[in-house]
Structures are given as C-alpha cells and as structure tokens.
C-alpha cells in the first residue's frame, strides 16, 4: 500500500512537472551535470511533425557532440537504436517512463540516463528569395541516481528576442535553427555550449520605384492604435517637443511603434526651428519602449532638401520582425530584431502625405507600396547579394 501511494504521488509529481514544462526550476538546471559526468548516458530524438523527420541525426549528432563535450559518454549508435525498442513509449511525449521501467532496462543497455529530445520545425519563404525557419525543442531525462523524470521546454522562436534562422535554401535555413533549438535545451540542461550557433540573418533592401505589376494585391499589414503613444518616451522640454505622427500594432510579435516629430526651437539661432524624427519600438507585453530608431536627426536642414522630416506613415512589414516608415523625403525599412536599418531610400519627389502597403505580385514578389493620393509609388523587397 506504501508502495503504490507514493507511485501515484510519483505521477501526479510528472503531471505537473509536463504542464508546467519546469522553465524556471533552478534544479533541473544545475544537477543535469553532476548526476552524468563520467556516465555512459543515452540519447533519442524524436520529430513531432514531418518537417522535423529529415533532421532527426542532425539533431542528434548535436547533443551528442555538446554532451561529449561536457564529459558525459554516450551510448554507441547501435545500442542507441535497440534502446528505442526497449522504451517504446517514448517516441509519445506525453507517456511516462516510470522509474521502475527505467531501472529494469538501463542495465540492459549499461546506461546511467535517458534524454529524450523532442523535436518540431517549420519553415516559410521569406520576403526576398531566402527562406526563414523556426525549430523548437523539448526534453526529458532520468537518471539512475535518483530515477526521476525531469521536463523541460524553451521559449519558441519566431518571437521578439528568438528570431528565426534564415537561409538562402529551405534546409540550411532549418538547419541552423535545430541547432539553435538543441543549444537551447542544452543550456536549459546546465551544459556548457562551446562553439554556439547564431541565428543566421539575410539583408534585405528596397529597388525602385519600379512599375507595378499587373496583378498586385494590396494590404495594410499592421493596424493603427493611438494609445501606444504613452509608452513612448517623447521629448517633453520647455523648447523642444515631440508630436506624434503616426502609430503601428504589429499583427504578431507584441510589438508596436510610434513615429515622433520633434521640434527644437532656440530664437537666438539661425535657423530659430530645427527638425527631426525618429520611431520609437514598443514591447506590448511590458508596455515599455525598448528601442529607437532616428529618421532624421535634429539638425539643419540642407539646402537641397526639400520634404518634411515628420514621419508620415509606419507599418509592421508581414510581421513583427519588419518596420517600414516613410517621411516626406525617405522611405526606411529595419530589422527590429536586430536593431538594425536595413535601407533608406529617397524619394526623387518630396511628399506631404502618404500611405504604406504591402503589396503581393503572382510571382510572389513583394513591394511596399506608397500611395500618395492619385500616385502610388511601388518599392520592391529584395535581399542583397
């Protein structure tokens, strides 16, 4: 009766620790290590979709490599094969491998632990003739130590702070992001990355104004919202001010922007009034800015330029990870993950008012398109070579 109480205890135990996926137990990332160094320790991938199918091995040979590293043996390959017959259940990441399941069969093996990796990938064509692929990871493992079965799961990617891997072909984009996803259950597992992979990136750039195609659908690829404007940190001086211009939600991603206007105005100066502009990125999960990006810095306007720095429009490119913002003499375009101004193109005529669109060709072609009253001036996305 003693035993089957604490059996059951044992379970509802990996009940919570499935649903809560154990993230943030400090536990679980810091005893991996100390209970496998030196141990002949088993691994298994398993894909969760069939996308994930192909990279199984690559999956594999990188936590394998990663543990090796890390002073923990592995079992050979073709032990490591009948080990899926032995814990059939394991290719569902939902079943239990119970401490007595674990314990009868390790000696069969000669093995002190079990991971089990999980594996999903998916993968989409990006803007520009390249590819963009998310993989995630999860894992379990037990230990003969203490024969308890441990959970853990990473945040997924394609989210600001986890971008997703890019590449000139669809497999060496999702390549590089199962490697990223097996770096970070093995972070999450307390091991030590020694040569850590980085999201791969292309750059893109806009080409034109070039004429529009024949078939091109037009859509507005963000929404407008006002109230993220008291989230800015908008200057508030005496002299100096900011107005906002424009504002923009990303349609995922919990991003949003808003383009500022500033004035600085000094009367013992010539000229009394300089101007400048700059987008400030929201997060809307803290309600915080955490970046700005400069359009125009507050200067003295040059004798040839003839548009208005005030921001005349933004918007959210396909998603959250693209930014677009057009003043009255450029056109911008940034890679908010990065941080980073991707273009600046300017406009062979100054503008007063103007629209963003995001426009799709039959060949699949994509353009950010400016109307601008009766005009419309069409800017093609293409990823520099």
């Not at 979709?49 to 990663?66: D, M, V, Y």
């Not at 259940?89 to 079943?95: C, E, F, K, S």
């Not at 426009?359 to 400016?370: A, F, N």
Request: glycine fraction near 6%; hydrophobic fraction near 40%.
């Amino acid at each position: 009766m003693k035993f089957q109480a604490c059996y059951k205890s044992f379970i509802a135990f990996l009940i919570l620790l499935l649903i809560s996926g154990m993230s943030s137990k400090p536990w679980a990332q810091t005893s991996f290590i100390k209970k496998l160094q030196g141990q002949q320790t088993a691994a298994v991938v398993y894909a969760l979709n069939s996308a994930a199918e192909r990279f199984k091995k690559n999956a594999l040979s990188r936590i394998e490599g990663i543990l090796l590293d890390n002073g923990v043996l592995m079992l050979d390959k073709k032990k490591a094969e009948e080990l899926k017959d032995v814990f059939k259940t394991l290719n569902d990441p939902g079943a239990f491998v119970t401490a007595e399941t674990f314990i009868e069969n390790a000696e069969k093996l000669a093995i002190k632990g079990l991971i089990g990796v999980y594996l999903s990938v998916d993968a989409k064509e990006g803007l520009a003739e390249y590819f963009s692929a998310t993989a995630h990871a999860d894992v379990r493992y037990i230990s003969e130590e203490d024969a308890r079965v441990e959970s853990l799961t990473t945040r997924p990617m394609g989210s600001p702070g986890r971008p997703p891997s890019d590449g000139l072909t669809k497999n060496s984009a999702i390549l590089n992001a199962v490697q990223r996803a097996v770096d970070d259950v093995s972070r999450k597992l307390g091991m030590e990355i020694m040569d850590p992979v980085t999201p791969r990136s292309v750059k893109l750039t806009l080409e034109g104004p070039v004429q529009a195609p024949v078939s091109l659908v037009l859509k507005r690829t963000s929404t407008r919202n006002p109230s993220l404007s008291r989230f800015a940190h908008l200057e508030k001086k005496q002299w100096r001010g900011e107005d906002v211009t424009c504002t923009a939600k990303a349609p995922a991603g919990s991003l949003g922007a808003v383009g500022g206007y500033i004035i600085d105005t000094d009367f013992r100066r010539r000229p009394p009034q300089l101007y400048g502009s700059r987008i400030h990125l929201i997060d809307l999960q803290s309600n915080q800015e955490i970046l700005a990006f400069t359009c125009h810095p507050v200067e003295k306007k040059a004798s040839e330029e003839k548009g208005t720095r005030r921001i005349l429009d933004c918007m959210f490119v396909s998603n959250w990870r693209y930014l677009s913002a057009i003043t009255g003499n450029n056109l911008f375009l940034w890679d908010t993950e990065r941080g980073s101004l991707q273009t600046s193109v300017p406009l062979h005529r100054p503008l007063k008012k103007a629209e963003l669109r995001l426009g799709k060709s039959e060949d699949g072609s994509y353009l950010i398109v400016v109307q601008a009253g009766k005009k419309q001036l069409n800017y093609k996305i293409v990823r520099k070579k």
